[in-house]
């Protein structure tokens, strides 16, 4: 059962659905970026890129270790590599005017696509953070409720 929660301000009455921390997308042969389904995320990679399951699996999970990365095994690996460059995680962000969005916050440049605004946070860094909306207050993650 998944729970919501919500970060809300201790002053004004801001308030944003903290969302998942990152959603997977994978970039599609047209070059759209498609989020992937939440089971299956490395079958619908390995369909995506025409790689088998294992190499997906193996892939993402070697990029995830620290000596991998130190001693740049992933460039060794074709498969590591096309993951990199076509995978990543979307953030729910919010710029300082409160437009909510969504982009790859290690990818991207950091810049609102309603305003083109560089003050842009990822809704999960918003916790204790100051009040992006009255700046007085500071943001509290609350319960919100589950849905079965
Ligand atoms: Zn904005
Ligand atoms: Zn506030």
């Given at each position: 059962m998944p729970f919501y929660f919500k970060n809300q301000c201790t002053q004004c009455s801001f308030s944003i659905t903290c969302g998942e921390p990152g959603v997977t997308y994978v970039i599609s042969d047209s070059g759209d970026r498609v989020v992937c389904p939440h089971v299956g995320e490395n079958s619908f990679i390995a369909q995506s890129l025409h790689i088998s399951e294992k190499q997906a699996w193996n892939a993402r999970y070697y990029a995830t270790s620290w000596w991998w990365r130190l001693f740049g095994g992933?460039?060794?690996s074709k498969v590591a590599k096309l993951i990199a460059t076509r995978t990543g995680k979307l953030s729910h962000c919010v710029c300082s005017d409160m437009h909510e969005f969504k982009l790859?916050?290690?990818?991207?440049?950091?810049?609102?696509?309603?305003?083109?605004?560089?003050e842009i946070k990822r809704v999960v860094d918003?916790?204790?953070?100051?009040?992006?909306?009255?700046?007085?207050g500071h943001i509290e993650k609350i319960f919100s409720g589950s849905i079965t």
């Amino acid at each position: 059962m998944p729970f919501y929660f919500k970060n809300q301000c201790t002053q004004c009455s801001f308030s944003i659905t903290c969302g998942e921390p990152g959603v997977t997308y994978v970039i599609s042969d047209s070059g759209d970026r498609v989020v992937c389904p939440h089971v299956g995320e490395n079958s619908f990679i390995a369909q995506s890129l025409h790689i088998s399951e294992k190499q997906a699996w193996n892939a993402r999970y070697y990029a995830t270790s620290w000596w991998w990365r130190l001693f740049g095994g992933w460039r060794h690996s074709k498969v590591a590599k096309l993951i990199a460059t076509r995978t990543g995680k979307l953030s729910h962000c919010v710029c300082s005017d409160m437009h909510e969005f969504k982009l790859d916050y290690e990818k991207d440049r950091r810049i609102c696509p309603v305003c083109s605004g560089r003050e842009i946070k990822r809704v999960v860094d918003l916790e204790g953070e100051a009040c992006p909306c009255c700046r007085k207050g500071h943001i509290e993650k609350i319960f919100s409720g589950s849905i079965t």
